[in-house]
């Protein structure tokens, strides 16, 4: 049975692949699997028929035959678990591919997250300069440390895994900010990810979801729809 992914009708990233269903739709693509989109309003994510889906009324969400899973990290684990090229075979890198997932989402992602929230919520704050500053330091305190794992190698563990792809999601949401300018390791690292072909597909299918909602949104009305 062929998946289906529950995204933003009119996703707020504007159609920059920030959103959590890029690391699903970029699992899919590694893995070789077609997948449908259902696409729904930040009003219809709140109804009973999505959280039936996903109880916190978040995309994204994932069905497959009897299976509904909700979380990116959770789907993407789940597409990688059937996906050599996402989870080796061997016990131990096997491991270590999911251990980098976590550490992604557990302890790379928190202060980026609240990064990006602060400058959007909490600009007018008399605090949001502290705030920042000191989210900046924890940020750059995480990528020290992810650096100095790196060094030169192209990947975290050897081969490209299901890590290395939920990593450069988490930092992807830096590309804009200046705070990779001080670890050149690190901005080749996403680099290298957002070259890879399955992840433009996946940029490329969600970009034009948002395309299209943009262009739909744009159009006059019709008489017929004010009747």
Known sequence: ????????A???????????????RWA?????RAYEVRSVSFAEMKGA???????FGQIPAYEEER????????????????????LPAEEAARARAMAWMFAALNTVEP???????????EKEKPWHDERRALLEARIHD???????????ADWLEGAFSAGDLMMISVLRRLNSTGLLEAWP???????RGESRPAFTRAFDAQRALFTQSQAQQAQPLKESDTA
Do not use: W
């Open 1 to 8: 049975m062929t998946p289906t992914i529950t995204v933003f």
């Open 10 to 24: 009119n996703s707020p990233d504007r159609g920059r692949g920030l959103a959590r269903d890029m690391p699903v």
């Open 28 to 32: 899919l693509e590694e893995a070789g």
């Open 49 to 55: 028929a999505h959280k039936a889906r996903q109880p």
């Open 67 to 86: 299976l509904t899973l909700f979380e990116s990290g959770a789907i993407v684990l789940h597409i990688a678990g059937h996906c050599p090229a996402l």
């Open 111 to 121: 202060p980026v997250f609240d990064y990006s929230l602060a400058g959007v919520l």
């Open 142 to 152: 995480r990528l020290g440390d992810l650096s100095r794992h790196l060094g030169e």
């Open 185 to 191: 390791a690190i901005a080749a690292y996403v680099a």
